[in-house]
């Protein structure tokens, strides 16, 4: 067998299965505290029943998830990719700790100040999602398309999971003196120890797979000039002029040339975020599930989303027409009518399923949008790429949390 070189066959295949395992945890990790905060939002209801946090604390987190995502695509050619994906799971940590801190600090009391607290901590989750999301996006989307499936993947899992793990914890507590607070607290410990697992995942084990050390040496001989510390994180030492920045399309000509792709992710989002999670939360009348009911339909979408995200993987139903992706993603805009009609004459049974179709959707559109539009550009550009469509689907998102205040029209506040 030939020995392995950094731009050999032998190298290209090593870890790579462990490689997606790894992507797939720190995709996991790139939305578990926020998904952490989705799903025990029975308790901050609980705790601030007048302020709409399932509402709030969205709307609060978009703005400086899509003001720093543009802020960071802008200057993604220029930017320490490593450490950006670092400070942002270090600050989920840290912003999970928060949680924790700010709950024995006011024993579990409601009022404007805590929520105010909570605020801030959702305003740093925005801050550190923009950081890993856009960056990990971009890094794996020069690298093996697998990976970048298993990112996404996980970003999905982390709301199964989340949504699993409080569905335990509320049972767990659900009889004893303050157990909806106690397994909050116990779900953010969990969510805070995930997020530690991943800043040691990142800086420890990922640089130094050999197929990622391949990818990032390709990336490099390709022009990248954001790789270099990568490369030295996993002993590789670039050579002079490997990493000069070489000719490449501008952000604003890759734009152009995908502008279907980051339209279609906008539309995505604005429709899954206008429903999910504030109408399914406080919108869709009491039904015999009682208190169980917001927990019960965040789960089942989460679960729904997870698998749409893998569903690509058998390719004869994979969707690669940049034609029927679009046309697919129009006619999901259906699923507007259909809830609200669902909420007001339907059963919790025909709302269940909606919502999974929901998840299921949104998982597989996001999967095959990601994995269809960096193909045929270098390195470079296709890092740049990537973080151009993420801030389109940060963008959507916000839009859709924004248009989700529309469905309390004639409710009152």
Same mark, same amino acid.
């Given at each position: 067998?030939?020995?392995?070189?950094?731009?050999?066959?032998?190298?290209?295949?090593?870890?790579?299965?462990?490689?997606?395992?790894?992507?797939?945890?720190?995709?996991?990790?790139?939305?578990?505290?926020?998904?952490?905060?989705?799903?025990?939002?029975?308790?901050?209801?609980?705790?601030?029943?007048?302020?709409?946090?399932?509402?709030?604390?969205?709307?609060?987190?978009?703005?400086?998830?899509?003001?720093?995502?543009?802020?960071?695509?802008?200057?993604?050619?220029?930017?320490?990719?490593?450490?950006?994906?670092?400070?942002?799971?270090? *600050?989920?940590?840290?912003?999970?700790?928060?949680?924790?801190?700010?709950?024995?600090?006011?024993?579990?009391?409601?009022?404007?100040?805590?929520?105010?607290?909570?605020?801030?901590?959702?305003?740093?989750?925005?801050?550190?999602?923009?950081?890993?999301?856009?960056?990990?996006?971009?890094?794996?989307?020069?690298?093996?398309?697998?990976?970048?499936?298993?990112?996404?993947?996980?970003?999905?899992?982390?709301?199964?999971?989340?949504?699993?793990?409080?569905?335990?914890?509320?049972?767990?507590?659900?009889?004893?003196?303050?157990?909806?607070?106690?397994?909050?607290?116990?779900?953010?410990?969990?969510?805070?120890?995930?997020?530690?697992?991943?800043?040691?995942?990142?800086?420890?084990?990922?640089?130094?797979?050999?197929?990622?050390?391949?990818?990032?040496?390709?990336?490099?001989?390709?022009?990248?000039?954001?790789?270099?510390?990568?490369?030295?994180?996993?002993?590789?030492?670039?050579?002079?002029?490997?990493?000069?920045?070489?000719?490449?399309?501008?952000?604003?000509?890759?734009?152009?040339?995908?502008?279907?792709?980051?339209?279609? *992710?906008?539309?995505?989002?604005?429709?899954?975020?206008?429903?999910?999670?504030?109408?399914?939360?406080?919108?869709?009348?009491?039904?015999?599930?009682?208190?169980?009911?917001?927990?019960?339909?965040?789960?089942?979408?989460?679960?729904?989303? *997870?698998?749409?995200?893998?569903?690509?993987?058998?390719?004869?139903?994979?969707?690669?027409?940049?034609?029927?992706?679009?046309?697919?993603?129009?006619?999901?805009?259906?699923?507007?009518?259909?809830?609200?009609?669902?909420?007001?004459?339907?059963?919790?049974?025909?709302?269940?399923?909606?919502?999974?179709? =929901?998840?299921?959707?949104?998982?597989? *559109?996001?999967?095959?949008?990601?994995?269809?539009?960096?193909?045929?550009?270098?390195?470079?550009?296709?890092?740049?790429?990537?973080?151009?469509?993420?801030?389109? =689907?940060?963008?959507?998102?916000?839009?859709?949390?924004?248009?989700?205040?529309?469905?309390?029209?004639?409710?009152?506040?």
């Amino acid at each position: 067998m030939a020995s392995p070189n950094p731009h050999g066959e032998p190298t290209r295949l090593q870890g790579k299965f462990l490689a997606v395992v790894v992507c797939w945890l720190l995709g996991n990790g790139c939305l578990f505290a926020w998904n952490s905060m989705l799903t025990i939002v029975d308790y901050y209801v609980h705790l601030f029943p007048s302020y709409h946090p399932s509402r709030v604390l969205t709307l609060v987190y978009q703005p400086f998830a899509v003001g720093t995502q543009a802020i960071l695509a802008y200057n993604e050619a220029r930017i320490n990719t490593r450490q950006r994906n670092l400070a942002g799971y270090i *600050l989920f940590f840290i912003s999970c700790s928060m949680v924790l801190i700010l709950d024995l600090a006011t024993s579990g009391k409601g009022g404007l100040g805590t929520f105010i607290g909570i605020c801030v901590v959702s305003a740093a989750f925005g801050v550190a999602d923009a950081h890993v999301q856009g960056g990990m996006v971009g890094d794996l989307s020069y690298m093996a398309p697998e990976f970048i499936q298993s990112f996404l993947a996980g970003m999905a899992a982390s709301g199964a999971l989340t949504s699993a793990l409080r569905l335990i914890t509320k049972a767990a507590f659900e009889n004893s003196e303050n157990g909806l607070r106690n397994g909050a607290i116990t779900f953010f410990a969990i969510s805070a120890f995930f997020e530690m697992l991943c800043v040691i995942l990142y800086k420890y084990v990922f640089p130094k797979l050999p197929v990622i050390k391949y990818y990032r040496s390709k990336a490099a001989s390709e022009g990248s000039s954001t790789v270099s510390a990568d490369l030295a994180a996993g002993g590789i030492v670039t050579q002079p002029g490997q990493d000069k920045p070489q000719s490449r399309l501008s952000t604003k000509a890759l734009l152009m040339e995908n502008k279907d792709y980051a339209i279609g *992710l906008f539309l995505i989002y604005i429709l899954t975020l206008s429903i999910f999670p504030g109408f399914l939360s406080e919108d869709t009348g009491t039904h015999s599930l009682g208190e169980w009911y917001a927990l019960v339909l965040i789960a089942m979408y989460n679960v729904a989303d *997870l698998i749409g995200r893998y569903v690509p993987l058998y390719k004869p139903v994979k969707l690669e027409s940049r034609k029927g992706l679009m046309m697919t993603i129009l006619a999901r805009f259906a699923l507007v009518p259909a809830f609200y009609f669902t909420a007001k004459y339907g059963d919790q049974g025909w709302m269940i399923l909606l919502t999974s179709f =929901l998840g299921l959707s949104n998982g597989y *559109l996001t999967v095959c949008v990601l994995t269809a539009a960096p193909k045929g550009y270098k390195g470079p550009e296709q890092n740049a790429l990537g973080n151009v469509l993420v801030l389109f =689907l940060a963008a959507g998102i916000f839009a859709g949390v924004t248009s989700g205040w529309l469905w309390l029209i004639g409710k009152g506040w």
